[in-house]
C-alpha cells in the first residue's frame, strides 16, 4: 500500500490579523495548516514533533482509525500529551472514506490555530460519482481571536459564563474586509469561466455553526465528512464545526472581470450578546485576470439568512440523503442490538467560593450527557482499557437509563443540576446501536453539533420536541440517510443516530462547541475486542506518549 509520510512541527510563529499580532501555534509556522493529502486506501504517517510548552495532541477528524485508535488524538482519551521536546507518529489507513476531513490539535482551545485539511482522493484509476472537477479548492472557516484564547476558555470554565466570542471569522485564515483593518488580509480565488470547481468546506471555527453563500452562484452539494451524497443545489449552506460539505461551483459561460463575494456568518440562537460580524472572501473572474480590488468594482454580495434562522437551518439539513448507489451502497443497521436515550444540553453547577458565576441563579454553567458532566482523567482511557487498569481512571455506570420523565419545562436551574464524573458505556464488538440525542434545551437555546469519533453514523430520524419512541421510530430512513461524523442535534429537537461497533478502542463523543466540550458535554464509548485476532486492537505503538 501506498504511503504518504508528513512532519508536524508544533511551533510558535507570529501572525498578524485585525492589526494584533499574536504569537500563534502552528504547524511547520503554517496558518492555517498543512493539508494532508491521501487516497482511499493509502497509509498515512505523520511524525509530530513537539517544540512548544504546552502539550500538545492531533486529531484526524472524521477518520476511521479502524483498529489504530491509538493514533486518534484526543488527549487523555486515547492518549498522553506530546509534552515539550517529545514526537509521536501517527499511523493510520483511509478506508472507504473519499472527500474532506480535517485534522485539529485536541487538548484545551488549541484548536484555534492548530488545523488543516484532510483531502482524500478517491482510489487510484477510481473516479468521483461526479463529473471530474477542473479544480479542487479546500475552504477553512475558522475563528481568530486577538487575546490569547486559552485565557477566554480559562475564564469561561471560572465562572461558567460565555465569554467565547472571537474577534473575526475567517476563510483560510483571512477575515476578509468588512472587518477593521483587514481588507488585505482577504481570499481571493480566480475562477474561469464556464468550469466546474470542487470546493472543500470545513467548518474549523470553535463555538458557532455558519451560513455560507456565494452571491449569484449556486452550488451542487455533493458529499458531506467524506460520504458522498445525492446531489442538489443549493445558495446558501449551514455547516456546523466539525463538519465538512464538498460542493461543486459551475462558473458562468461570460463574466469578464466580474467579482462576488463569498460570505460566513453565524447561526447562532444562544443567550447574551452575539458578534454578526462576517467573514468574506472574493470569487474573481479571469479577463485575462480578475481585480480584486473592492473599492472599484461592484461587488454583488450574497444574502445570507437571518441570524437563529431556524427554518433554514432545517430545510437545508433535511435534504442530505446518502447517495446509496451499487457502487457506494449505504450499509444503514437495519436493526437494533443496543439503543440508548442520551438528554444533551446545558446545565447548572454550583459556583466555587468567592467567584461571580453567570448561571441562572448565580449557579456556574454546565454541560452533560445524561446529566453526567465528564471529567477527564490523568491518563488516557484507552491505555487503562487496553491494560485492565481502569480502577481510579474511568466507571462503567454510565446512566443509560432513560430520565424518565425529564422535565423539559422545568424552571431552571431545579431539574438541572449535573453530577460530575469519568463514564464511559460499553458495548460489545459488532453491536448495532441506535443512539437518540434529545436536546433539552432548558438552558440557551443552540444547535450542538455532536460528534462522534472512530465512526460515522447514519442520521435516521430527526424532529422537534420530544422524541417519541412509539411514533418516531416507524418514520426513520433506513434507506438512504446521510452518513457522517458529527450531525447537528436540533435546538429543542432529536436526532436518532445508528451504526455498527465494528471498531475496537475507546471513542470520544462530544459537543464540536469547544465551550460546551469545556463545560463537559462529552462522554466515552468502550467498544470490546472481538473474537477473532482480527476483531482486536493491536497494543500501542513504543512511542506513545507517557503523562
Ligand atoms: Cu474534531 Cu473530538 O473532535
Not at 480559562?154 to 465562572?159: F, H, R, S, V, Y
Request: hydrophobic content about 35%; proline content about 9%; aromatic content about 12%.
Amino acid at each position: 500500500i501506498m504511503k504518504r509520510h508528513y512532519k508536524f512541527d508544533i511551533i510558535l510563529q507570529n501572525v498578524t490579523r485585525l492589526c494584533h499580532t499574536k504569537s500563534i501555534l502552528t504547524v511547520n509556522g503554517q496558518f492555517p495548516g498543512p493539508p494532508i493529502v491521501a487516497r482511499d486506501g493509502d497509509r498515512v504517517v505523520v511524525k509530530v514533533v513537539n517544540h512548544v510548552q504546552n502539550n500538545v495532541t492531533v486529531h484526524w477528524h472524521g477518520v476511521r482509525q479502524l483498529k489504530s485508535g491509538w493514533s486518534d488524538g484526543p488527549a487523555y482519551i486515547t492518549q498522553c500529551p506530546i509534552q515539550q521536546g517529545q514526537s509521536y507518529v501517527y499511523n493510520f489507513t483511509i478506508t472507504g472514506q473519499i472527500g474532506t476531513l480535517f485534522w485539529h490539535a485536541h487538548i484545551s482551545w488549541l484548536r484555534a490555530t492548530l488545523y488543516g485539511p484532510i483531502i482524500i482522493l478517491p482510489k487510484r484509476n477510481a473516479s468521483y460519482p461526479f463529473p471530474k472537477p477542473y479544480k479542487e479548492v479546500p475552504i477553512i472557516f475558522g475563528e481568530w481571536w486577538n487575546v490569547d484564547q486559552e485565557a477566554v476558555i480559562n475564564q469561561a470554565l471560572q465562572t461558567g459564563g460565555g465569554p467565547n466570542v472571537s474577534d473575526a471569522y475567517t476563510i483560510n485564515g483571512l477575515p476578509g474586509p468588512l472587518y477593521n483593518c483587514s481588507a488585505k488580509d482577504t481570499f481571493k480565488l480566480k475562477v474561469k469561466p464556464g468550469k466546474t470547481y470542487l470546493l472543500r468546506l470545513i467548518n474549523a471555527a470553535l463555538n458557532d455553526e455558519l451560513f455560507f453563500s456565494i452571491a449569484n452562484h449556486t452550488v451542487t452539494v455533493v458529499g458531506a465528512d467524506a460520504n458522498y451524497l445525492k446531489p442538489f443545489d443549493a445558495d446558501t449552506l449551514l455547516i456546523a464545526p466539525g463538519q465538512t460539505t464538498d460542493v461543486l461551483l459551475r462558473t458562468k459561460p461570460y463574466l469578464p472581470n466580474a467579482t462576488f463575494f463569498m460570505a460566513a456568518r453565524p447561526y447562532f440562537t444562544g443567550l447574551g450578546t452575539f458578534d454578526n460580524s462576517t467573514t468574506v472572501g472574493i470569487l474573481g473572474y479571469e479577463s485575462p485576470s480578475p481585480i480584486f480590488s473592492i473599492k472599484n468594482l461592484p461587488l454583488f454580495k450574497p444574502t445570507l439568512p437571518n441570524l437563529t434562522d431556524t427554518s433554514s437551518a432545517t430545510n437545508f439539513t433535511k435534504r442530505f440523503r446518502s447517495l446509496a448507489s451499487t457502487q457506494f451502497p449505504a450499509k444503514v443497521p437495519q436493526k437494533v442490538d443496543k439503543s440508548f436515550f442520551f438528554t444533551i444540553g446545558m446545565g447548572t453547577s454550583p459556583c466555587p467560593q468567592n467567584q461571580t458565576c453567570q448561571g441562572p441563579n448565580g449557579a456556574k454553567f454546565a454541560s452533560s450527557v445524561n446529566n453526567i458532566s465528564f471529567v477527564f482523567p490523568t491518563v488516557g482511557i484507552l491505555q487503562a482499557h487496553f491494560f485492565g487498569q481502569s480502577k481510579g481512571v474511568y466507571t462503567t455506570d454510565f446512566p443509560t437509563k432513560t430520565l424518565v420523565p425529564f422535565n423539559y419545562t422545568g424552571t431552571p436551574p431545579n431539574n438541572t443540576v449535573v453530577s460530575n464524573g469519568t463514564k464511559a458505556v460499553v458495548v460489545a464488538f459488532n453491536t448495532s446501536v441506535e443512539v437518540v440525542l434529545q436536546d433539552t434545551s432548558i438552558l440557551g437555546a443552540e444547535n450542538h453539533p455532536l460528534h462522534l469519533h472512530g465512526f460515522d453514523f447514519f442520521v435516521v430520524g430527526q424532529g422537534f420536541g420530544n422524541h417519541d419512541p412509539i411514533k418516531d421510530p416507524p418514520k426513520y430512513n433506513l434507506v438512504d440517510p446521510v452518513q457522517r461524523n458529527t450531525v447537528g442535534v436540533p435546538v429543542g429537537g432529536w436526532v436518532a443516530i445508528r451504526f455498527f461497533a465494528d471498531n475496537p478502542g475507546a471513542w470520544f463523543m462530544h459537543c464540536h462547541f469547544d465551550v460546551h466540550t469545556s463545560w463537559g458535554l462529552r462522554m466515552v464509548w468502550i467498544v470490546l475486542d472481538g473474537e477473532l485476532p482480527s476483531q482486536k486492537l493491536p497494543p500501542p505503538p513504543p512511542d506513545l506518549p507517557k503523562c
